[in-house]
C-alpha cells in the first residue's frame, strides 16, 4: 500500500522543538511526508486512580477510532504515565501492521532518575520511541540485534544502547513495505 503521509499529533505539553525534531527524526527514516499538529484531548477518561497511570490501550484504540486514516500512520504523542495491564509501564506502543500508535516521554527525562537534565539526549530517546513504535505499525516485529531500534526496551538504559536507525534485515524488511526499490 501506498501512504500518503504519516501523521504525529501532541497532546499534551510537547514543545515545539522536541515535536519538529522527532518529526525531522521521522522523516528521515520512512522517506514519506510527516505532518505535525497538536490537538487536546481530556486524558481523564483514560487515568486509572489505582495505578496512578493513562490506560495505553485504551488511548491506543482512541487514537485509532478519532484520528486515523486508512492512507497515513499516525502516532500520538503523550507526556503522561502510560500502562498496559500486563506491565508496570510502557514507553509506547502501536498495532502491529496498524494505522495508530502512542508514545509517551514521560519516563524518559533523566530528572526522573535522579540525574541531571539533559534535553538533548530527552530528544534523542524519544526519537528512538517514536521510530520504534512506527516500525511495528509498517509490520515490523521486535529485533535481536542489540543495537537495532526495533529492539525491545523494558528501560531506559535500553533505549540509550539502540541507534535511531534499523539494522540491515528490518531496513530490508521496511523498504519492502515502503515500496523503496533495494540499494
Request: glycine content about 8%; some cysteine.
Amino acid at each position: 500500500m501506498n501512504y500518503e503521509n504519516i501523521t504525529v499529533i501532541s497532546f499534551g505539553l510537547l514543545g515545539q522543538d522536541i515535536l519538529r525534531a522527532v518529526s525531522a527524526e521521522v522523516a528521515g527514516k520512512f522517506y514519506l511526508p510527516v505532518i505535525a499538529r497538536q490537538e487536546h484531548l481530556d486524558l481523564s477518561e483514560f487515568y486509572d486512580p489505582s495505578r496512578r497511570q493513562y490506560n495505553g490501550n485504551s488511548l491506543l484504540k482512541k487514537i485509532d477510532d478519532d484520528y486515523s486514516a486508512d492512507s497515513c500512520k499516525t502516532l500520538g504523542l503523550f507526556s503522561v504515565d502510560l500502562f498496559i495491564p500486563i506491565l508496570t509501564y510502557i514507553f509506547g506502543q502501536a498495532y502491529l501492521n496498524g494505522r495508530a500508535g502512542i508514545a509517551s516521554l514521560y519516563r524518559l527525562s533523566n530528572e526522573r532518575y535522579g540525574i541531571s537534565k539533559d534535553d538533548d539526549l530527552l530528544v534523542q530517546r524519544f526519537g528512538k520511541e517514536v521510530i520504534h513504535e512506527l516500525g511495528h505499525m509498517f509490520g515490523l516485529t521486535h529485533c535481536t540485534d542489540p543495537i537495532c531500534v526495533m529492539r525491545s526496551s523494558t528501560y531506559v538504559e535500553d533505549i540509550d544502547q539502540k541507534e535511531s536507525g534499523f539494522c540491515r534485515i528490518c531496513k530490508r524488511v521496511l523498504d519492502t513495505r515502503l515500496q523503496i526499490p533495494p540499494r
